[in-house]
Structure formats: structure tokens, C-alpha cells
């Protein structure tokens, strides 16, 4: 443990293959956690991958008098938002929940964003046992650094980062507004990964449990990527879950909207939220 | 299974456990446990292939009695041919049908003509092309009379299974290990703290050497297209080290964990690159398949005895199957096919000189001369390795085109962390060089040594383990490294 924490403090990144700690890394994770409130009461909590960092605005939802927070973070999966539920929630007392669920990182073992709230969060039991359920590698080498030297609450992230900006309340604004397509695969239902599923619907029986509503959300990406997968039967085990409410149906946006394939730009992401608002409060889930 | 696993890490312990603390009372007990584990060993990659397992062993154990009991030589030789052909024939069913079916194929499409075909989704058994060979050389000793056949066939299975070397060898031979299961086998500290040494030293050349290694040897192989020489040329020699460190490792683990349940298998690699020639390298890599074709098919050929051309003839007969056993392919072929005609030369030389049977004793790197051919050698090497690794034949000579050019003058283009594996291999290469006179490098560290120095160079090769060893996760979308 000792050579773990001499390595990863003092040798460069280059010779440290399998500690990726790395505060201040994407998506603005370390200044999103030191911003959440202590001991107050959201309108909503937001949940997910960067699909909800760079989809929600606090500042939209602030104009029509809704106080949010967006808890989203790179490439999130269900296993890190578990430990950011059971970590969270109670202090953050939501009155809705909206979980954003662009599956993509379902299909993954959730390494990437593990090593993500290692760096930039508190190591608790909620994130050692996440690790134990990733069982790799780099994550059990980058914990152990972490819990012995880690310095993640004495850095200080850049606000801006290249084309990113970081706004209170969790959001991340890009800047460069060049579209760029990506090519990117849609998963099947059978391609899920089943313990990031189990891991799914632990998060969703926590939110019950503190009797919040749920809405699942999947945030708009360009219909030439949706159109490619409707991924049918993922949608099907969504419904089946909570109420859902897929916005490439409800609410196609065109290229303009996106900066790539998958994310929404500033105006795509005003647009959505405004149009998100309008149906929450339409269902009843927003007063 | 593989060694570098969480499967076997658990499977081990309790093997070892089981097998010294609650079978070791009676022989037969304790070889017959050997045979459950060593089946559920092989039993984890696909239990369907556990009867071929079975049928080889059975075969070659009645084959083997059958022999012993005949004294006509045309019976004898019957039992031989049945023993040949069952062995051969699952093997070149399972390993070589797709290839037959598909040289054919092109055979007649050269001639211009059509051949309407589908190859057969057939999976590979792991290990087959080893426990055959195995076997198949005990029922041979036992028709040439250098072995009594087994009488007790859960020994004998024990001895064709046995999961340490079931799988990727050494290929052993039955007059070194068969009787070892004769006999009662006791506890020896020494011998299991050396095996566990030289299990450690198999998992680093494996984890930190060969998988880094393949990193690039991979970035460079599959994207020799456009590529510097230079680039291309250090990519054989990344590769020369994934395959070194790899199977090596392999063995060596092997090895070690023969040791800990008391057996002694055969050194299968003796530092190959630092062979002067390439007879040399022949005498230190895969001993245990290069003396077993030897063995089996150069000597009954004729060996050396004879005409030059007559002899060559043989070096050129073995090497061609030697290859054509790695893979079925062309380019295994090929690759054996270079060696055999490397060897050539030399061995007339020695045959002159009458150094048959001698391996060279010379050590390497001692003197200017045998410092160039152990460069040279290693070059020669190389290139060779290049029909190994390329995906076939033509990419190879595309690939041998490539590094001729003048850009071979040029520095590579390689990611910054190629520069930290090349740093690893000449660690290797100098606690390789330090430890030559051992079965293997770490042997050196005996306990002459400190305990302190011992356990530190431990520590800290299960560090660099911990620190290198390729990991499995999902690749990343997002995250910026």
C-alpha cells in the first residue's frame, strides 16, 4: 500500500498504468460534489451520464422558479449512481427525481466512471463496495491511492475547461458549437450488462423507499442515432419500471441542437428543458 | 482456466490444500484427486471436450498395453499405427480440417476453377496439440522398449492430465514424469518455495512483459500499412517479446506449480535470445516440442546420418511440421520452414566438426564475436517471428517490405508508454543475462541472498504486476488519459 502511495504521488502519469487517479478529470465531477447542498430541499434531483450534465440547465429551471441539481457525471452507470444516492439523497430531500437513461453505459462494467467519483469524491463504504462490485483492476489500485493519499478537496477545478464551462447547480455548457458525428452503436436489451440492470433498479427502490417520484428521461440525441436503435425492448423495461418519457419521440430536435451525435448543445438543451418543464408539470410530478 | 486468473487463484489454493492435507495419505487417493481436479481444470474452458481427453488417454493406455504384450514386430507395429492414427486424426480433424478444406479451394481456384464449399464451425479443444504429442510420445517409447507400459491407469491419466502443464505444456516425456507418479511424494519446502518463485517470475514475464509487449506489437502489426521500417521493426521485436514473455511465463508457471505438488517438470526455455546461432536457439526455445520432434520425426527420418542433402532433407521434413503444429496455416509453414533452412548450414558445419549433440557453451556476450551472433541471432529471430504474427502469408512479405525501405533509418513512431515497455524488456534481458546459470532468472535469488533483498525484489515485482499488468475493463468513452 505504502509503494501505491509513493507511486501514484510522485511518479509521472506515464508509469502510473493502473492508479488513473485523476481529479478534475471530465465533466466536472470534483467542483459538481462540493457544490451540492447540505441539508435542503431540491425541486429535482437529476441522475445519469453526461446526457444529463450537459441536458439540464439549473438556470432554465431557476427562470420558471425550480430549484435543481444536476448529479449527472461522465459515463455515469447505475453502480455510481447508487453510491450517489445512498450518499446524497437524504441530505438533498428532492421532491422529483428525473433519471436520465441514455443506456449506453449500461452496456459497460461502469470502470470509466468509477475511477471518475474516486478522484473526485469522498472514498466511503458506498464506493469501496462499488468497487468490489467492478472487481478490476485499476479501480481497487486507484481506491487504495485514493483512501491514502487522494487530495481531492484541496484541488480547485477549473471552472473552464477547453470548450466546457461549468454553471451551478451541475450543469456543464459547451462552447464550441461545431457539430461533430460520431459513430457510436446503440446496445441491445441483451447487450446490458445485468449487474449495471440490478444495479438500475436498486437505485430506483431507493428512491421509492424515501417515497420521491421517479421519472425516467431519455434526453434528446439526433434522430439519425436514435432512428439507427430504438432499442424497443430496452424502452419496454423502462416503462415497465417508472413512468418514462422518451423525448426523441415526444420532442425530435434537429442537428442544430447538438454539438455531436449524442449531446445537446446550449440551445437544444434550453429548448428541451423548457419543453421538459411544461410536461412534468403536465403529468402532475411538478407543481 | 488460465494462471493469470481469479478462477485459478481460487482453484489453486484449495487444490493445494486438498491435495497435501486430506489425500495425501495414499498414492493412488492422492493421484486419483489429482485426476478430479485436473478434469475440472480442463472441464472450465468447455466440459464437452473432457472426452477427448478421455478417449486419448484411453486409447494410448490399451495401445501402450497391447505393444508390451505382442512380440511379433508386425502386431507391435499394428498397436503403434492405431495409437498414430487416432491421435493424429483428432488432431488434424480439429485443428486442420478448415485448413485443407480452404487450401483446396484456392488450389483450384489457381487452376481456374470453382470449388463450392463451407468450412466447418469446428472449436478448437485448448490444449490438444499438447496432451497429444504427450501421449503419443509415450506410446512410441513403449513400442522402442525404452518404457514399460502403465499399469494403473489412474496413474497414467494423472500423467496425461495433469493440469499444470495440460494445457500449454511442457510437453512432457513419459520416462521423466510417468514414474513420478509411481511414487510416493512428500512435502518439500525448499522445492515448493522455489516453485513459487518461479511462479512469480512466470506471472511477471507474462502480465508486465508480454501483454505490454502485445499492446503494441498488435498497434503495429494491424496497422503495418503506412508504417516507418523502423516502426515495423521494433514491432517484431515487441512481438519477439510477447511471444518470449508469454509462453515462458507460461511455462514457467507451469513449472512452479509442478513443484508445489512435488513434482519436477522439464525446463521448456533456456534464454533463447541469448543464443549464438540459430542450432543454439533451437537447443533453448520449446525444448520440450523441439526435442520431441527430434526425438520422433528427425531421427527416424534418419537424423544426420547420411548424404548433406539427405540430412537437410530432414532438418527441412521437421521444421515444416514443427510449423505447421503451431497453426494452420501457411505462414506457420513458412515461419518453420525459414528456420529449417537457417539450420542447415550450421548443422553441416557441426556435423564436420562433430558437434552433433553438443549445446554451446560459450557464454553469450563474453567476446566481441559471440556478442554479434547473439545480435544477429536474435535479428534472424525476428524477422522470422514476422510470418508468426502477421495475419497471413502475403501480409508477411508486405510486412518484410515495409521494414526494407529507407524510412528503417528513421526514429519510430511509437505512443510514449512504448518507450516504458521497451525499458521493462531490458530489465528482463539484464536479470535474464544476471540469472542464465539458473532454470530461470529469479532462481539466482537463493538464500545466500538477505531475506530483506529477497523479499524486496519479490514485493516488487508483484508491485510492477499490480502496477502493469493489462486490465479488462469496458474501453472508455470519455475519460482523458
Same mark, same amino acid.
Given at each position: 500500500m505504502l509503494c501505491i502511495l509513493i507511486w501514484g504521488r510522485y511518479m509521472p502519469t506515464l508509469m502510473k498504468?493502473?492508479?488513473?487517479?485523476?481529479?478534475?478529470?471530465?465533466?466536472h465531477l470534483n467542483t459538481r460534489v462540493k457544490e451540492i447542498p447540505q441539508d435542503t430541499t431540491l425541486d429535482i434531483l437529476f441522475l445519469g451520464s453526461s446526457h444529463a450534465y450537459r441536458s439540464f440547465d439549473p438556470r432554465i429551471f431557476a427562470q420558471n422558479g425550480i430549484r435543481i441539481f444536476n448529479l449527472g457525471s461522465s459515463a455515469q452507470t447505475p453502480l455510481q449512481t447508487n453510491v450517489l444516492l445512498n450518499r446524497y439523497l437524504k441530505s438533498l430531500r428532492p421532491k422529483l427525481v428525473v433519471y436520465e437513461v441514455?443506456?449506453?453505459?449500461?452496456?459497460?462494467?461502469?470502470t470509466e466512471s468509477a475511477l471518475d467519483l474516486i478522484s473526485n469524491s469522498p472514498v466511503d463504504f458506498s464506493s469501496i463496495k462499488m468497487a468490489f462490485q467492478i472487481n478490476q483492476l485499476k479501480v481497487y489500485n486507484t481506491l487504495l491511492y485514493a483512501s491514502m493519499g487522494g487530495n481531492n478537496a484541496s484541488f480547485t477545478e477549473p471552472i473552464k475547461k477547453d470548450d466546457d464551462t461549468y454553471i451551478s447547480g451541475g450543469f456543464v455548457q459547451k462552447n464550441d458549437t461545431q457539430f461533430k458525428q460520431l459513430q457510436i452503436t446503440l446496445p441491445q436489451f441483451n447487450q446490458l450488462k445485468q449487474q449495471q440492470l440490478n444495479a438500475f433498479e436498486k437505485n430506483l427502490e431507493l428512491i421509492k423507499a424515501a417515497h420521491i417520484p421517479i421519472a425516467l428521461v431519455y434526453a434528446p440525441i439526433t434522430q439519425t442515432l436514435y432512428k439507427s436503435n430504438k432499442q424497443l425492448r430496452t424502452q419496454a423495461y423502462l416503462k415497465s419500471k417508472a413512468a418514462y418519457y422518451n423525448f426523441n419521440e415526444l420532442f425530435p430536435l434537429p442537428d442544430?441542437?447538438?454539438?455531436?451525435?449524442?449531446h445537446l448543445n446550449q440551445q437544444g438543451a434550453e429548448q428541451f428543458n423548457l419543453k421538459l418543464i411544461a410536461l412534468l408539470k403536465q403529468e402532475g410530478l411538478l407543481k | 482456466m488460465l494462471f493469470n486468473s481469479i478462477d485459478f487463484a481460487i482453484f489453486l489454493p484449495i487444490v493445494f490444500f486438498c491435495y497435501w492435507f486430506?489425500? &495425501?495419505?495414499k498414492l493412488r487417493l492422492q493421484n486419483l484427486f489429482l485426476v478430479i481436479a485436473s478434469y475440472v481444470f480442463y472441464g472450465?474452458?468447455?466440459?464437452?471436450f473432457l472426452s477427448l481427453l478421455a478417449l486419448s488417454t484411453l486409447i494410448d493406455f490399451f495401445a501402450a498395453g497391447f505393444i508390451h504384450k505382442q512380440i511379433k514386430p508386425n502386431r507391435k507395429k499394428l498397436g503403434l499405427a492405431i495409437s498414430i492414427v487416432v491421435n493424429l486424426g483428432v488432431l488434424c480433424f480439429f485443428k486442420y480440417s478448415n485448413f485443407f478444406i480452404e487450401s483446396l479451394v484456392t488450389t483450384f481456384t489457381l487452376f481456374g476453377q470453382t470449388l463450392q464449399s463451407s468450412t466447418l464451425q469446428i472449436i478448437l479443444p485448448v490444449g490438444i496439440s499438447f496432451y497429444t504429442f504427450q501421449t503419443l510420445g509415450y506410446v512410441i517409447d513403449v513400442y522402442r522398449g525404452k518404457l514399460y507400459p502403465a499399469t494403473d491407469l489412474i496413474s497414467f491419466t494423472a500423467f496425461v492430465?495433469?493440469?499444470?502443464?495440460?494445457? =500449454? !505444456?511442457?510437453?512432457?516425456r513419459a520416462t521423466n514424469l510417468l514414474p513420478q507418479f509411481y511414487q510416493q511424494r512428500s512435502f518439500n519446502y525448499p522445492q515448493a518455495a522455489n516453485g513459487m518463485k518461479q511462479i512469480l517470475w512466470g506471472l511477471f514475464k507474462k502480465l508486465v512483459i508480454a501483454d505490454n509487449c502485445g499492446v503494441f506489437a498488435d498497434l503495429i502489426f494491424d #496497422? *503495418?500499412?503506412?508504417?516507418s521500417g523502423s516502426t515495423l521493426a521494433i514491432g517484431t521485436v515487441f512481438f519477439a517479446f510477447q511471444i518470449y514473455g508469454d509462453f515462458s511465463g507460461y511455462s514457467d508457471m507451469a513449472i512452479g506449480i509442478g513443484k508445489l505438488f512435488g513434482f519436477t517438470l522439464m525446463q521448456?526455455? =533456456? +534464454?533463447? +535470445?541469448?543464443?549464438?546461432n540459430p542450432v543454439d536457439f533451437w537447443r533453448r526455445w520449446h525444448i520440450s516440442l523441439s526435442t520431441w520432434f527430434r526425438d520422433y520425426v528427425y531421427i527416424p527420418l534418419g !537424423?544426420?546420418?547420411?548424404?548433406t542433402l539427405k540430412n537437410s532433407r530432414n532438418i527441412m521434413i521437421t521444421f515444416l511440421l514443427s510449423g505447421f503444429w503451431h497453426g494452420a496455416s501457411w505462414k506457420f509453414i513458412a515461419w518453420g520452414g525459414v528456420n529449417g533452412i537457417a539450420l542447415i548450414p550450421w548443422l553441416s558445419a557441426r556435423k564436420k566438426k562433430g558437434e552433433m549433440n553438443t549445446a554451446s557453451t560459450e557464454r553469450p556476450i563474453s567476446t566481441p564475436r559471440s556478442t554479434i551472433g547473439v545480435i544477429l541471432t536474435f535479428l534472424f529471430i525476428c524477422l522470422g517471428w514476422v510470418f508468426f504474427r502477421a495475419h497471413s502469408l502475403h501480409h508477411a512479405f508486405e510486412y518484410f517490405g515495409g521494414i526494407f #525501405?529507407? *524510412?528503417?533509418?528513421s526514429v519510430p513512431q511509437l505512443p510514449r508508454f512504448a518507450l516504458i515497455t521497451l525499458l521493462f524488456v531490458l530489465i528482463l534481458i539484464l536479470a535474464e543475462w544476471l540469472g542464465q546459470? #539458473?532454470?530461470? =532468472?529469479?532462481?539466482?535469488?537463493? &538464500?545466500?541472498?538477505p531475506r530483506f533483498i529477497r523479499w524486496l525484489v519479490y514485493s516488487l515485482l508483484l508491485f510492477l504486476i499490480g502496477m502493469y499488468m493489462q486490465t479488462e475493463e469496458t474501453p472508455f468513452i470519455y475519460f482523458q488519459f
Open positions: 498504468k493502473n492508479i488513473a487517479y485523476k481529479p478534475g478529470s471530465y465533466g441514455y443506456t449506453y453505459p449500461f452496456a459497460g462494467d461502469g442544430s441542437c447538438f454539438f455531436d451525435s449524442q | 486430506i489425500f &495425501n495419505k472450465w474452458w468447455d466440459w464437452r492430465s495433469f493440469f499444470p502443464q495440460l494445457v =500449454a !505444456g511442457p510437453i512432457e #496497422h *503495418s500499412t503506412g508504417q521448456n526455455f =533456456a +534464454y533463447p +535470445y541469448f543464443s549464438g !537424423g544426420n546420418q547420411g548424404s #525501405h529507407p *524510412s528503417l533509418f546459470m #539458473h532454470d530461470f =532468472a529469479l532462481e539466482k535469488l537463493d &538464500n545466500k541472498q
